[in-house]
């Protein structure tokens, strides 16, 4: 089985600040330790456009990352455990 979760931070209005670096760490190194070979992990920051996307019974609300293509190709090429930045 797979599957795959976004996770998004400082992307609200009413977050005050954004992650530190350390915090990003944090969250990081406690998934792969949690979860070892189970998971891969890509992270980083860049401006996205948020909001509410599509219409009808695919309406949505959420981010658009820049370049997600090449993220998930960062992903892919990552060995399970294992973690890496992107810009």
Known sequence: ????????????????????????????????QTLGQNIRVVHGAADALVGMFGDGPR?????????FGEVMGTLLRQRFGTSAKVA
């Open 1 to 32: 089985m797979c599957s795959f979760v976004l996770v998004t931070f400082g992307s609200h209005p009413r977050d005050a600040e954004a992650l530190s670096d350390a915090d990003i760490r944090r969250i990081v190194q406690s998934l792969t």
């Open 59 to 67: 309406f949505t609300v959420g981010s658009m990352i820049p370049d």
